[in-house]
């Protein structure tokens, strides 16, 4: 049982280049989030899904698009990457409230 | 908009000794969780609270909740080098279960 995967797990892109993250979950979770984390902030909400065809902005989804074609992928694209978009990208999954969050792996991201 | 505050960002302590972390919520929420990060990785879920008074307890941890006073407190007992990391909490708010994080404390045990 993989629980969620992420990839890739580095990259450093150029400013104005794009990317797709990828995050995949097997535990047939509803919901599935994406996240950044910045030194000293913790984590900060970019866009969510609560399931299959469905997404919505959080806390800071200026800059990011997402797709969630299948139940199983959740997509964070950059269009134009940009230096303030250097993180660390949390992806997450959930189906039951009691149990919180199944986080991947991270993906760190550095635009240069 | 929801605020979660965490005190300290930052604590050294020695092993062997009692400490507090505290999170501090500014809207109501029922449902408060904690987390630990090590360096470089990901998140580890520690305890998921419920409901007003619950309390957890694993190994040298015990996480409270306080819903009244949007308030809860991650105790650590006689810590040991080994829970040297970053600890968060986390608050429910809204729809779709999202988590707001609390800024995290970073915990350095010496030894």
């Known amino acids: 049982n993989a629980g969620v995967t992420q990839t890739p797990k580095f990259r450093v892109l150029k400013t104005g280049q794009s990317m797709t993250l990828l995050c995949a979950q097997d535990?047939?979770?509803?919901?599935m989030y994406w996240y950044r984390q910045d030194p000293g902030m913790g984590l900060r909400l970019i866009h969510y899904?609560?399931?299959?065809?469905?997404?919505a902005k959080g806390e800071v989804p200026d800059g990011y698009n997402v797709s969630r074609l299948k139940k199983q992928n959740f997509l964070l694209g950059l269009e134009s990457a940009a230096p303030s978009q250097t993180s660390v990208y949390f992806c997450?999954?959930?189906?039951?409230?009691?149990?919180?969050?199944?986080f991947g792996s991270g993906t760190r991201l550095t635009v240069v | 908009e929801l605020k979660v505050e965490q005190n300290p960002l930052f604590l050294s302590m020695q092993e062997g000794k009692n400490y507090t972390i505290y999170c501090n919520y500014s809207?109501?929420?029922?449902?408060l969780y904690w987390y630990r990060q090590d360096p470089g990785k990901s998140l580890e879920s520690l305890f998921v609270l419920l409901s007003n008074g619950a309390v957890k307890q694993e190994g040298r941890l015990m996480a409270s909740l306080d819903t009244k006073a949007r308030l809860s407190t991650l105790h650590i007992t006689a810590a040991v080098h080994d829970l040297s990391a970053t600890y968060f909490c986390a608050v429910i708010t809204g729809t779709a279960s999202k988590l707001t994080f609390g800024t995290g404390t970073r915990l350095q045990v010496t030894l």
């Open positions: 997450a999954s959930s189906q039951d409230l009691g149990y919180g969050y199944t």
């Open positions: 535990m047939n979770h509803e919901y």
């Open positions: 899904s609560v399931g299959e065809g469905t997404t």
């Open positions: 809207t109501t929420s029922d449902r």
